[in-house]
């Protein structure tokens, strides 16, 4: 199998095929940005982009990613160094508690603005609705993510 | 919100939006063994025999641990030592762990388990905490020769004869349900035995120094041996203090029996079934008033369901004690408040900590009091409310600072236009939109910190290095709450400096003096209170060293704009002033402690329930307005606001933080959290059928932060973590209330759909 992860690519034996993705991007990449809260697809902590779009590693085996381009919160870079608009914008609107939902809500969020720069608030919290977060009450991680739909245009 | 516009700051912020933040899942050590825990099936038991034998053989198994093998004291707890580490003599309830396998891979140790075998002889059992508490009733605990764990009391007046001169006497029953605190990150240690003799624990966890405690009476070593470190925690809400110290200590009894590192990271359903919850409350309150619209009495019987164990159920039920009749001044109290054990899944600290539950009935209690008087509900409550000078039901009078709770409520209702929208209340009858719409409120006091509950102080340290940098630490835990950046910026502020030069030193158990946990709201008060006057002393010492060469005297220097500063116009910068200090062979570095004085600043009297429960008190008011869709049940939040008094609010943005979190919290408290627990199993053990509010369920929140400084915090600050939660469910119900005409007395709130 061929798996893009990050813009590197991984040959991996055909035997691993059933593999967990979570499980291969966080014990064999050492990529622990993704997250396992619940292992069942329900919390979202693990959501990763393949072909951008938005995943549940806990529930995608590599052979789903075969071929494909996988995105981790490691992989989400801005201009120079800096951070990502997205991940900037987290900082700035305080959005950040423990930060245990945080990659899969950045990697959901970005999904989103790659498809709609402009959201709604209602569009948003659609979008994250199967991020579980219970920290926050998802108000300041809604904040961030219309505010970063202007950096979007931008690249686009 | 014109506080989230400047932009936010914490010092975690970057790592933790890059994915480089590493919790305890995410260390890997060299040669790292994996631990599984093996449950059983039973509630009730006695365990005759635990049979390792066949799991030993499997592949890649080192070891299989069983109570037999510790080395120390396999009983620990923080009040009653009842719990174990692992189950010797009984099952208790469906989360007991009776062997730990360790095995070279995590997959191994989990296949493993599987044939670890206990031969078990059924016991009764018992569920109900009244049921538990009567005389002759099961025992959970044989030797403590009673089921109930506590019992406290308030005995104020003389409750009995003042209902007699009453108008009007309301009799109510209320239940409430446990709680999950699902922390998205479920419990995960890693214990690292080092060539030093110490074993180094990087854990998720809220109370390091219990969870070094805890390790260390179970290996049956000094403390010493053991050093907790502080590494990020996804999310703790209470939640991290017993069963993170168990996760902890499990992880170091491994690793001590193996020599190797070892790792025990729970899954969700371990985590949903083991952890302790919030204490389901049986609630009996009776309340008395006259005419004149005042609250003469109340008798007030809580059965609290502790479950198997204590843990911290005595701690728990003295703020609902403390805490009986909200925030309304009630001269004639009778008050019982037990905890009992029961075959349940054990109950301990979630954010609130006892205060939910009372809230949730004594605001809807006053509420049906104005209704039998005939009075608004509101004015109901401003008649009967504590003020300044008040004197609470523990004869506490409130003096030393300001009782802001009108403030709050009036703030409150003027942000979301209560008395506006309470026009549109439904009472039953469908409005044009084919809903019901409600708006209600709820308000609180709430002690801060731990109160009388016990010793209550906290170290800080401040090292200034010789280029001008500085390194603080503290007692307090970064839970995810911003602690660390709150310290961050007191100590900029009362030292004159750049926050930019001040780095907080992650702290250990062997770095830091042991001061305690990070509950109870408490971070703020006492850590910061504790960065002022550490500080505070660093002045003074580089005043002292440093006043000749600003030639003044030293208590003249000014601390600001990163310079010291005398009154002749001479000055230092600060990198010039700690360079000088170490050329005069002079350390600057500062520890203090900040304490609250026991029987000074706080009291109590078990007998009477008489003293100063708390050494100050915050005051929060938050309103919901819902509308229900009769053909499904369902109840939708519009929108919430809530006023909250902290005192000072140091970093803003996270101070709101806290408060749309514990909003987003209470309302799932209200409205859908539910364990499915029965005969003590848990049905909901995973977050697909164990409900909490997604972020489409929610609103935005209106938020209002009051600052009335607070003299009996060093900083002025207070605390919000808690406060934050304990509202929301009250105010749904009363909205439900005012949408349905119906009150709903038992959580969660589920509204029946209509045929």
Known sequence: ?156 | MAETKTKAWRNDAIAKVTGRAKYADDYKFYGMLHVVPVYTDAVSAEIRAIHTEEAEKMPGIVRIVTAKDVPGNPHYGQIQKDYRILADDRIRMNGDVIALVIGETRAQALEAAKYVRADLSPLPAIFDPEEAAKEGAFLIHPDKGTNIINHHKVRTGDAEEAFKHCDIILDEFFATQHQEHAYIEPESSVADPGDDGVIRIYGSMQHPFVARRFSACVLGEPLSNIDVLTIPVGGGFGGKDDTAAIVAARAALCARLTDRPCKLTYDREWSMKESYKRHPYKIYYKMGLTKDGKIQACHVTVYADGGAYCSVTPWVTFRSTAQCCGPYVVPNVHCDIYGVHTNNVFTGAFRGFGSPQINYVVEQMVEKAAEALGMDEIEFRRLNCVKQGSTTVTLQKLDNHTVSLEQVLSTTIEKIGYYEKRKNNTYGKLNENGEYYGIGLAMSYRGMSLGAEGPDFCAAIINAQFDGSIIIETGIHENGQGSESAMIITAAEYLGVNRDRIRYHRSSTSTIPDSGTTVASRGTIMGTSAVVLAATKLKAQMSQCLAPALECNPEEIVFANDCLTAPNGKSLTWDQAVLKMFFLREHPFAQDTFRVRDGIDCSWDEETGHGKAYFTWVYGCQAAEIAINPKTGKIRLINAAATHDVGKAVNPPFVIGQINGGMAQGFGYGTMEDLGIKDGKIANLNLGKYKIPKANELPDFIVTLVENYDPMSKSGAKGIGEPALELMAPAVANAIAHATGKRYQKLPMIIPPEK
């Open chain 1, 1 to 156: 199998m061929e798996i893009k992860v990050n813009g590197t690519l991984h040959i991996v034996d055909d035997s691993r095929q059933d593999d967990e993705l979570l499980n291969w991007l966080r014990e064999d990449l050492n990529l622990t940005g993704t997250k396992n809260g619940c292992h069942v697809g329900i919390c979202g902590a693990c959501v990763v982009l393949i072909d951008n779009k938005p995943m549940r590693a806990c529930r995608r085996l590599l052979k789903h990613a075969d071929g494909k381009e996988v995105t981790t919160i490691e992989g989400l870079k801005g201009q120079n160094g800096a951070l990502h608009p997205l991940q900037q914008a987290f900082v700035d609107h305080g959005s950040v508690q423990c930060g245990y939902c945080i990659p899969g809500m950045i990697m959901t969020g970005h999904a989103l603005l790659l498809q709609n720069h402009h959201p709604s608030r209602e569009d948003i919290r659609k979008a994250i609705a199967n991020n579980l977060c219970r920290c926050t009450g998802y108000v300041q991680i809604v904040d961030a993510i219309e505010a970063a739909g202007s950096a979007y245009d931008e690249n686009a």
